[in-house]
């Protein structure tokens, strides 16, 4: 495997690990007496370390080396979890975060991270500052260690201290199991410290590594031969851990030493300047066997064998990595293949030969299976972009003083990549303006008779061929007042029309550029500011956001957008020699209207809908189509679209049928069209412009 493949590896995964890492210090912050957490934070950040140093990133490695070094205490019970070290770890991790964006972006991943190094230096002596408690047993910290150690070796050299010893004699008396093992390197390995970070790697999901010889920092920066010795505590049995072990790529050989009480004390006790009674190097790889010194572990070491042929394979990974460039061409090469199946079924329907219809027919069920697993490769969780919001809100509300709950709901939901990629930004913003703005300050709150901790809620779930997103705040709603003043003074809306507006109207004009000005931010509750930004962005991926408010209880922003932007179901009409494809998600019914109801105001046309009139609009005219009008026509059939609680009618010709279309972008070299989102293939080879009814409702 070349280093570039290495590298996205290492990208990919540093970012899971930076992920899991942010997820489990919020965790921890929440509980921080739970060691069970600090734990799993602590072999993330190993995990971390040892890929960095394997791949040369000292830095990120060496700043990695140091927060390990808190974590360590921690999850030994040395130090307890405060304000300062949250605070601290979390700055390490934006560092970090950082890094891996240089990293990503072909830097070296070097970042002056001097400040948080001292500041994590500082926790491991003890030095914290007022407002928290030190460390107790900072005496035995790492930095300290030495002082603690006594003169205990094994008979193969590895030397432990007090703690450490008392670590495994603590494990065993808990019902673990402690074992030493020997491992040794292929002498043709290229990259024998990633083999060694792949065994401890593996090792560390199952249990713990107590010491090893060289040291884990030796090894992962490759200043070790080829083999290494650790003490591990474990609960699995040694005859199933050998084997996965021996699976490893270019690992010659294992030895598995389970210890008990008295051969661990025999071990500890040999001295280390009597090399000679240390066993040769480990060669077989069957047998998890004990040496010479522990003759009350050989009678357990005898039934591995037996164990190890019983002991199940490892269950191969389900998942794989797969770049979103191979899935864009996948779904290119279906897209022309959904064309040509539209053709053929064309064309079976006019030569009419029942062989052919057949074979079309079931091609036609074929592909739609694989239309079906094709969106679904393309479709990620919303999880994707939930994960980095609670970061960002926890340190939104501490800048701001303000105590806060943010709680995530479907965020198992799925969208298209493409979606993805786009919304995250506008949630952001949405997210802020709900912190800074929605949710009030403590003392605000408990003026007001609430809860001193506001809550947020980001929720997302499916409804037909939509997903929507709502982020809801129990904070002091908006000021229908406020917003109308405001929006009047800009010229936004007339008095007028002010006055016969509704609510929901209302809060849509926050959505209004003319709201993204300093002075909103006190009159308007902050509301509005930027959120032009956010319509335009949603509108773009062909969806659109609604505004619920109960002044003084709070508001919730819902978007909506479509599931995949790739393949759609559309309907297909004709106007004049023209076609075109009207999304169906967007379509509310169609029908025909007489020319008698067609009414003119103020140069619109209307018409009556249900107990209300609706705006006629004219395909012809708008796009300048020359052969048809639909006013010289005594009857005209219609669409009736809808844009949230808006609706509006568009006369057409007739109508052609409904079909799945492949949308495709008009591309760079055309100028943007307004009332058009791509254009499709159709059957007949002709090409169809999507409507996009977005567009034509203000």
Partial sequence: ????????????????????????????????????????????????????????????????????????????????????????????????????????????????????????????????????????????????????EIAVKDSKGIQLDEFQQSVIEQSMAEGHQALYMDVAIREDCQLKAVRAYMVFDLLERYGDVIKSEPSTQDIEQDKFERSFSLYYVTQKDPAELQPMVTSISEIESVNVTRLDAQSLKEMSAAPAAEPEAAPAPAQQTTTASAPAAAPAAAPKAAAAPKAAAKAPAPAPSRTIRVDIDRLDVLMNLFSELLIDRVRLEQLASEVKVPALTDTVEHMGRVSTDLQNIVLKLRMVPVDTVFNRFPRMVRDLAKSLDKKLDLVITGAETELDRTVIDEIGDPLVHLLRNSVDHGVEPVADRIAAGKEETGTVKLSAFHSGNHVFIEIEDDGRGINRENVLNKAIKNGIVTQDVANTMKDEEVYQLLFAPGFSTAEVISDVSG???????????????????????????????????????????????????????????????????????????????????????????SLSRVFEVPDFDEREEEETEIVVIRKGDKLAAIAVENFIGQNEIVLKSLGSYLPETRGISGATILGDGQVALIIDPNAFIK
Avoid at 25 to 37: A, C, K, Q, V, Y
Avoid at 545 to 551: A, R
């Fill in 1 to 148: 495997m070349d280093m570039n493949q290495y590298l996205s590896m290492f990208i990919d995964e540093s970012n899971d690990h930076l992920q899991s890492l942010n997820e489990k210090m919020l965790e921890l912050e929440s509980n921080p007496t739970d060691l069970g957490i600090v734990q799993v934070i602590f072999r993330s950040a190993h995990t971390l370390k040892g890929m960095a140093a394997t791949m040369g990133f000292e830095d990120l490695a060496a700043l990695t080396h140091q927060m390990e070094n808190v974590l360590d205490l921690v999850r030994n019970e040395k130090l307890a979890m405060q304000e300062f070290i949250f605070d601290t770890l979390f700055k390490g991790l934006d560092a970090l975060e950082s890094m891996v964006q240089d990293i990503t972006q072909g830097g070296e991943g070097k970042a002056d991270v001097t400040a948080i190094v001292e500041s994590l230096q500082a926790i491991v002596r003890g030095d914290i500052p007022a407002g928290g408690a030190s460390a107790p047993a900072a005496a035995s910290t790492p930095a300290a260690a030495p002082a603690a």
């Fill in 527 to 617: 509301r509005g500011v930027g959120l032009d930004v956010v319509k335009s962005k949603i509108t773009s991926l062909g969806g659109h956001v609604m505004v619920t408010s109960e002044l003084g209880k709070g508001t919730k922003f819902s978007v909506q957008l479509p599931l995949t932007l790739s393949i759609i179901s559309a309907m297909l009409i004709r106007v004049g020699s023209e076609k075109y494809a009207i999304p169906l998600t967007s379509i509310v019914e169609t029908g025909i209207i007489k020319a008698k109801q067609v009414r003119d105001l103020h140069g619109s046309q209307l018409i009556p809908y249900r107990d209300t009139h609706i705006p006629l609009l």
